[in-house]
């Protein structure tokens, strides 16, 4: 996935204008509730786009606005444990070789936890296809989010927080 044109149209979900810091962290806070074990939510965009600061909004609403969120650009995964599940926010930027991800124990997240990742493309094949991507770009000023996933399961989960087909 490296541009919009490569989402095909069964799989858009919705195009957010988030126009300051706040929006962003908001989005990421909307998503909150709705997130169960399992989940894979692959952050996508260029170098400051805001993929830490959406993950940042949405760890905050899940555990509190005290809780520090670090981007994990050197450690490559920050784990925070929440009663029904722990959540993996991942930055894959510096991995050297698709392979080693697995040294980081993602099969067992992918299956238990609940799992944030900038940089997905590092990952290569390994990153799995029933997943929710956000794809965040750069706009005058702001950014814009766009929601894609598989049909099926996130269509309907975000449906229920009023995201399916949003559109601005
Ligand atoms: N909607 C927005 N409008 C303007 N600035 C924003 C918005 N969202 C985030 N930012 C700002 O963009 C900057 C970079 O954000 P962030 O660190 O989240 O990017 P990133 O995508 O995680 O970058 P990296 O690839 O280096 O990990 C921060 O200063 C943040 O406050
Ligand atoms: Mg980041």
Redesign the pocket.
């Known amino acids: 996935m490296t541009d919009n044109q490569a989402i095909p149209d069964e799989d858009r979900i919705a195009s957010l204008a988030?126009?300051?810091?706040e929006?962003?962290?908001g989005l990421g806070a909307r998503l909150a509730p709705i997130l169960r074990s399992g989940d894979i939510i692959a952050?996508w965009?260029?170098?400051?786009?805001?993929?830490?600061?959406?993950?940042?909004g949405l760890v905050q609403a899940a555990m509190g606005d005290d809780i520090e969120v670090p981007?994990p650009?050197f450690t490559l995964v920050q784990i925070y444990e929440l009663p029904d599940y722990d959540l993996w926010h991942m930055?894959l930027?510096r991995l050297d070789d698709a392979e080693d991800v697995f040294e980081l124990g993602v099969e067992d997240a992918f299956v238990e936890a609940v799992s944030l990742i900038?940089?997905p493309d590092r990952m290569g094949g390994h990153l799995p296809l029933h997943r929710l991507d956000i794809r965040?770009d750069q706009t005058d000023?702001?950014?814009q989010a766009t929601l894609s996933a598989p049909p099926g399961e996130w269509h309907k989960r975000l449906a229920e927080i009023g995201l399916q087909g949003a559109s601005a």
């Open positions: 988030l126009p300051d810091v929006a962003t962290r952050l965009g260029d170098l400051g786009a805001g993929k830490s600061t959406l993950a940042r981007s650009t930055d930027y900038e940089w965040i000023g702001g950014r």
